[in-house]
């Protein structure tokens, strides 16, 4: 008895955080600077800034080309859903489909990375603050649930986490995209401002850079951090730290407190529920390396592991209180499966500008917000969608098509090509209870646990919404000059957009929704859960900004409640 005792304080937090993402990276910075001895577990390896074994190689060191093998396929196949994951120079960050595997009763396309810092390494970078719009979208079009909350709640947060992670972008006082507390924004070039110009004049839409989270000034707070070296390589991970990630911002400041305990290759699969005193007082770990079962105890547990990874867990938590998943008292809990719905769009190429180029590879394109159903503007479906596209001159990879030889092939690849330029629909996908995912335990991972069942489709709202999305996207280049102009729609599967949300949505109400307005688990104080699961909507922007305000405001509050012993 003594002996269990003394594991258990030795294995005894103030805090528990699931996952290093960018959620988690972001509460064990939070709690770890507020004097919380904080344990934070992840399921994959531990990997240190800077040390990302691709991030500095030429293209002539990637073997084949940079492209994935027959193996890799064979390991990877889901991960290459996305066209540009499985590549020699970033299929480490990506799981192996085999050893990894869910089912699919309907397509759901899962991209997954294993490891400290998660998708944070990987990520598209782009930050967009919701608006009123976006808040008010569920009560005023009656789906779903309202949201809890609405900009102004929010607002001081986002300002919060814009201000440490290094946002770059252009204030445009645009009512439907709040300005946020931006770094020097990055350059539009020629083909794009001619864009801006024209769908400005012809449409009043607006056209403005990418707002993405680039250090493009020193950040004085995170003096170990570099600024953007214009590389594009950023899925290689940046051995600068010039864009933000849990590796290269949020972690280092929560170990700096001394107050981090970081334990990789920890598999969490259950939280522990103490019926007598109705929380849940620790999670049980799988060790990925040698199989070892053990169990961690704290006062306060955030659940950060991405949406279906956190709702995993508490599917997987059956007790006699929570019968059905932890938490899940409303039968919402793996519902509501949300992500966007994007691969629609339209490019061509563009006559001039030959006299003109641009410097560096910015990482980085240009973005036109939504501007549909807003104001005056109906359309046969609800909500709306953004674009995010570019422009640039072609490469000497055209010559591969060219029929030159000798002195013409050599003067054709050490000049630039034509201009091109185009742009790609981002859409709002509505929650609907019937999108949702469950455990199947018919099939199993490499640790022996029952892998997830996913059952999701793209409804008819969507489908409508992509003829605007196509449609627009093609007279928006008309409008500017642009010739050959060709359109595309490939629809994928939900995840694709790999913005996964809902599955434990946060509402006012127990009775209809799993969390409340500050990610806390209605139906026990001690859980709360700040990824993309608890998003109650989707809006059309990209989600993680949205993300980290609402954990850094979580964990301001449970630290409160802590000390009001209300937890």
């Given amino acids: 008895m003594n002996l269990n005792l003394e594991a258990e304080k030795k294995n005894t937090y103030d805090a528990i955080v699931v996952g290093t993402g960018i959620t988690g990276g972001w509460a064990a910075k939070e709690f770890s600077?507020?004097?919380?001895?904080?344990?934070v577990l992840e399921r994959g390896r531990d990997v240190k800034h800077p040390?990302?074994?691709t991030a500095t190689l030429n293209p002539w060191e990637l073997a084949n080309g940079d492209r994935p093998t027959q193996e890799d396929l064979k390991k990877q196949g889901v991960?290459?859903?996305?066209?540009?994951?499985?590549?020699?120079?970033?299929?480490?960050?990506?799981v192996n489909d085999l050893e990894h595997p869910y089912t699919e009763t309907k397509r759901a396309d899962w991209m997954r990375g294993y490891h400290v810092g998660g998708r944070s390494i990987m990520w598209g970078r782009q930050s967009y603050r919701w608006s009123d719009l976006d808040f008010e979208a569920n009560a005023k079009d009656g789906i779903a649930v309202d949201w809890p909350v609405r900009y102004k709640e929010i607002e001081p947060w986002y300002d919060y986490v814009e201000k440490y992670i290094g946002v770059s972008g252009q204030a445009e006082n645009y009512p439907y995209l709040p300005d946020g507390k931006?770094?020097?924004?990055?350059?539009?070039n020629c083909a794009e401002i001619e864009l801006k110009k024209a769908i400005k004049d012809k449409f009043g839409r607006l056209l403005t850079i990418g707002r993405t989270a680039h250090a493009t000034?020193?950040?004085p707070h995170t003096p170990w951090r570099g600024t953007c070296q214009f590389r594009n390589?950023?899925?290689?991970?940046?051995p600068f730290g010039g864009y933000f990630s849990s590796n290269s911002c949020t972690l280092p400041a929560a170990?700096?407190?001394?107050?981090?305990?970081?334990?990789?290759?920890s598999v969490v699969y259950e939280l522990i529920y103490d019926e007598q005193k109705g929380k849940a007082t620790g999670v049980k770990v799988l060790d990925a390396e040698t199989g070892e079962q053990m169990e961690f105890y704290a006062k306060v547990i955030f659940l950060c592991a991405s949406a279906f990874a956190s709702t995993y867990i508490m599917l997987n938590s059956i007790s006699k209180r929570f019968p059905n998943g932890f938490g899940n008292d409303s039968g919402e809990l793996g519902c509501n499966i949300m992500d966007h719905h994007l691969g629609v769009g339209a490019s061509g190429s563009l006559d001039g500008f030959e006299d003109q180029?641009?410097?560096?590879?910015r990482a980085n394109g240009f973005y036109i917000p939504r501007y549909q159903n807003v104001g005056n503007d109906k359309r046969d479906y609800l909500r709306g969608f953004g674009y995010q596209g570019g422009g640039g001159r072609q490469g000497w990879g055209r010559a591969v098509a060219e029929l030159a030889l000798g002195a013409d092939l050599k003067k054709l690849v050490s000049e630039p090509g034509k201009w091109t330029i185009g742009m790609t629909g981002f859409g709002e996908v509505l929650p609907d209870h019937s999108n949702k995912m469950t455990i199947n335990h018919n099939k199993k991972d490499k640790h022996g646990l029952p892998v997830i069942d996913f059952d999701a489709e793209f409804k008819q709202n969507e489908l409508k919404m992509r003829v605007d999305m196509k449609a627009h996207a093609a007279e928006m280049l008309e409008a500017a000059g642009v010739k050959n102009i060709s359109t595309y729609d490939n629809i994928g599967g939900p995840g694709l957009g790999i913005h996964e949300m809902g599955t434990a949505r946060m509402g006012k109400d127990p009775k209809t929704s799993v969390v409340n307005k500050y990610n806390q688990v209605h139906a026990c104080k001690n859980v709360f859960v700040t990824d993309g699961a608890f998003m109650t909507s989707a809006a059309c922007v990209n989600p993680s900004l949205t993300y980290m305000a609402f954990t850094a405001r979580a964990v301001d509050f449970a630290v409160s409640e802590l000390k009001k012993q209300n937890l």
């Fill in 357 to 361: 180029y641009y410097s560096g590879r």
């Fill in 233 to 238: 390589m950023c899925i290689r991970g940046c």
């Fill in 255 to 265: 170990e700096k407190t001394n107050n981090m305990t970081l334990r990789p290759n």
């Fill in 51 to 53: 040390n990302y074994p």
């Fill in 217 to 219: 000034a020193p950040l």
């Fill in 79 to 94: 991960q290459n859903r996305t066209g540009y994951t499985v590549r020699q120079s970033s299929k480490h960050w990506f």
């Fill in 182 to 188: 931006f770094l020097p924004p990055m350059d539009l």
């Fill in 33 to 39: 600077e507020k004097g919380l001895k904080t344990l």
